[in-house]
């Protein structure tokens, strides 16, 4: 007689799951066992091509498929009503969309657009995402058990921040602040929905493989020289701590930052 596998078996919002980390974090919730999943993204292709993945993951997986930019008050209404008319209830929600500093100047050079450009992805996005998810978790039951016999919770949102909202370089401040913001929405709504059965937490990824730092040339020369473990993060590592804290099994952590780093933050070098 085995013990069964704790089954992921609510409603999975992911944005910015076309891509990179948002892409494993799709991947990770249906090898927990989670077969419905929101999806969005601005990337139409990148989402279905996400989608046939999943479904080729198992073949019980359904989907719903969002064209949404986060910055958008009336797209993420519209995320949120989609995903509840397919699905009934968001019961995961991974505030994963982002951007990157970019062009990477100093405070002087920097153009206010600029600025703007990525708290509005980062910071204001995050934010609209967050606000329409707790909305509808608060109209549903509490349904998420524990084998612990915890109180049963109505949802858990994971945003995404980075390791920049605690350390930086001189040019990435629009980048920092914006994760920075996260970091404090996260805390006040932790703090806020604690008993209301929503958790409220964020994941730090450190220099991670994927097409957002790569494109935005952030990555130093030698990008492992502040990484204690000598490499970058693979997507799937960052992911597995996202579906850890979005899950059941994380039924008393909420307000929490989880560092993925490789021990950079850690780490004083010089
Ligand atoms: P990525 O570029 O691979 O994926 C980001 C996805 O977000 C893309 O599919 C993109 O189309 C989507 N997106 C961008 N703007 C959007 C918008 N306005 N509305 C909807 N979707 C939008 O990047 P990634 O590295 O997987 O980043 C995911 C998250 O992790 C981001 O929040 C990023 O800041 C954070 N992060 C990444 C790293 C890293 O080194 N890659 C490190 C720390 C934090």
């Known amino acids: 007689m085995g013990i069964k596998p704790h089954i992921m078996n609510g409603v999975a919002l992911i944005t910015g799951s076309a891509s ?5 974090v799709a991947h990770v919730f249906v ?24 479904k080729a993951l198992n073949s019980d997986v359904q989907t719903c498929i969002c064209i949404c930019d986060v910055s958008s008050e009336t797209d993420v209404q ?24 970019r062009p990477r100047v100093k405070t002087h050079e920097l153009e206010a657009s600029a600025w ?3 708290q509005n992805v980062n910071g204001r996005g995050a934010w609209l995402c967050e606000r329409a998810e707790i909305r509808q978790m608060l109209k549903q039951e509490p349904s998420l058990t524990t084998r612990t016999g915890a109180p049963a919770q109505r949802g858990s949102i994971v945003n995404l921040a980075s390791i920049f909202a605690f350390a930086t370089q001189n040019t990435n401040g629009a980048y920092s602040s914006s994760k920075a913001s996260v970091i404090g929405m996260t805390k006040t709504d932790a703090i806020t929905y604690a008993q209301d059965g929503i958790r409220v937490n964020s994941v730090c990824p450190g220099s991670t493989l994927t097409p957002l730092g790569l494109k935005s040339g952030t990555y130093p020369a030698d990008m492992t020289k502040p990484i204690p473990m000598g490499r970058l993060a693979r997507s799937e590592e960052i992911a597995q ?10 039924s008393f952590i909420t307000g929490e930052s ?3 780093d490789g021990g950079s933050l850690s780490y004083y070098h010089f």
């Open 20 to 24: 990179g980390i948002g892409r494993a």
């Open 31 to 54: 090898e927990e066992g989670c077969t419905r999943l929101i999806l969005a993204d601005l990337d139409d292709g990148g989402l279905r091509t996400v989608s046939d993945e999943l």
């Open 78 to 101: 519209k995320m949120v009503d989609d995903g509840v008319q397919a699905f009934g209830a968001i019961h995961y929600a991974v505030n994963n969309a982002g951007v990157a500093s």
């Open 116 to 118: 703007d450009r990525v």
């Open 241 to 250: 701590g996202i579906v850890f804290l979005a899950s059941e099994r994380a």
């Open 258 to 260: 989880l560092n993925i």
